[in-house]
């Protein structure tokens, strides 16, 4: 089972148990749950339902493990002949996450032509 899920305007793919590295939430804590709810897609084996543009009633459920930083890019600018030289890093922030569980949404799609579901009920009472 998976889900296409956005999370601060970005889509990533998560599946249960999975840690994921993720845009720096400044609210959150370490052990702390974070629910989101704009799923766009939800899978399960071969039954798959797309949003329009979310999936109803659908959550993913996750667990904060911690902030971390990435990589240092390095900016570097240099004037020749003007003896003009700039070096700056920067460090993007992320939290890093652990997908607890995915929660389905709606009702699932009907098979057969429904006439399991109907009920006469003319013979049981007799009328």
């Known amino acids: 089972m998976y889900a296409i899920v956005e999370i601060k305007g970005k889509q990533y793919k998560?599946?249960?148990q999975e840690t994921l590295y993720v845009p720096y939430f400044d609210d959150a804590q370490a052990d702390d749950t974070l629910t989101f709810d704009r799923v766009l897609?939800?899978?399960d084996g071969d039954a798959i339902e797309v949003g329009t543009p979310t999936v109803n009633g659908a959550a993913v459920t996750a667990t904060v493990l911690g902030h971390v930083k990435g990589d240092k890019v390095l900016v570097f600018k240099k004037?020749?002949?003007k003896r003009?030289?700039?070096k700056r890093g920067h460090r993007q922030r992320y939290t890093q996450i652990l997908v607890e569980a995915l929660s389905g949404g709606g009702a699932a799609p009907a098979t057969g032509n429904g006439a399991e579901?109907?009920?006469t009920g003319?013979?049981?009472t007799g009328e």
């Open 41 to 43: 897609l939800l899978a």
């Open 122 to 124: 003319d013979d049981a």
């Open 117 to 119: 579901e109907a009920d």
């Open 14 to 16: 998560v599946r249960e």
């Open 84 to 86: 003009y030289k700039v």
């Open 79 to 81: 004037k020749r002949r």
